[in-house]
C-alpha cells in the first residue's frame, strides 16, 4: 500500500496527515506504535504479513526516538515491503533518528511537513486555509484577532475556527467583533507585558497580563525573568548622569536609547528606597519559582503586589 514520512513536531498537522491517509483505506486495521514504548521484536511482529492478506496502516510515532535495534527492524521491512500495509513514519525533527530518514527518503515516500507555526503571517495564512475549508469568509482584522487571543497554540486556533464557522450566520463575513464574543477577549500575553504593568504600578493590570501570560503557556521563569531584566534596566538608568543623553549613555550602558528613554520616564515614579525594595522581592520571588514555593502562580501574584506597591515607597 505504500510509505509514508510525517516530518516535524506540529502534532495537530501530523494527526491531520495521519487522518486523511487513513481514509484512503477505511476498512484497514490501524496499528499506533511508539518508539519510546517499543522493545526488539515488536517492530517486526507488527509489520509481518497479514494471514488473510487483510489491508493494514501501522504509524511509527517519534521515530527520532527508535533505538538501534528498533531502527534496523524497520529497515529490514524496507528491503521486502508488504504490498497490503501502509507504513508511517513520523520523525520529529533533529539530528536523532536523521540517518534512517534519509534511508526512508531514497524509496521515494509520500512526505508530508509537520513543521511548527511560529510566524504571525504564517499562523494568518493557516486560519485564513481553515476558513477557505468551510467555505467561510473572515477579515483581516478578525484572524490577528485570533492570532491575538489563541496563537500561541494550534489545536486551539484550529477549535475557535470551526466555532467560528459553524457559530456565525453563513451569509455573514466573520470580523473582529465575533471573534471578540466567542473567544471572550483572551488576549495573549507576554512576561515583559506584565513587566510594563509593573514598573508603571499597574497592579490589576500586572495581574491580567500574569493571568493571560500563564493561560497561555508562558512559563513563570521567563515571566521573572522579564520582571528582572526591566528592573534592571532601571538600576542602571537611575544610577547615570542626568546630565548625558540617551544616545551619549547608550555605550556606557550597553542599552539602546529607546529603552533608555523608556526607562527615564518609568523612573518617575519610582524613588531609591522603592527600587531597592523591589529588588529584594525579586529574588525571593526567583528562589520562590525555582523550588522554594509550593505554587509558582500565587507566588508570582503576591511577588506582583509587593512589586507595584514598591512604586509607591518613598
Known sequence: MGLVLIQGPEALLADRVITNISSRFPNSQISNLYAGELEVGMITDSL???????????????TQDLT?????????YLEDEDSNLLLVLWHKGGVKGKGLVDKVKKLQP??????????????????????????????????QALINSLGSDLRELCAACSQLASDVAREKTIDQDDVA?????????????????VV????????????NALATGTDPVLIVSALASSFRTLAKVSGS????????LASSLALPPWQIEKAKRQLSGWSESGLSRAVIALAALDADIKGVAADPKYALERALMTLTSARRTR
Do not use: H, M, W
Open 110 to 143: 509520500e512526505v508530508f511537513s509537520a513543521e511548527l507555526i511560529k510566524k504571525d503571517s504564517e499562523k494568518a495564512e493557516f486560519i485564513r486555509s481553515e476558513f477557505r475549508g468551510f467555505g467561510r469568509k473572515i477579515t483581516n482584522e478578525a484572524v
Open 181 to 197: 464574543k466567542y473567544q471572550q477577549g483572551r488576549v495573549e500575553s507576554t512576561g515583559f507585558d506584565v513587566a510594563d504593568a
Open 241 to 248: 548622569s542626568k546630565s548625558l543623553s540617551s544616545y551619549e
Open 68 to 76: 538501534a535495534e528498533c531502527t534496523d527492524e524497520v529497515l529490514a
Open 48 to 62: 509481518a504479513p497479514s494471514l488473510f492478506g487483510d489491508q493494514r496502516i501501522v504509524i511509527i510515532r517519534d
Open 200 to 211: 508603571d504600578g499597574k497592579t490589576a493590570e500586572a495581574l491580567i497580563s500574569l493571568r
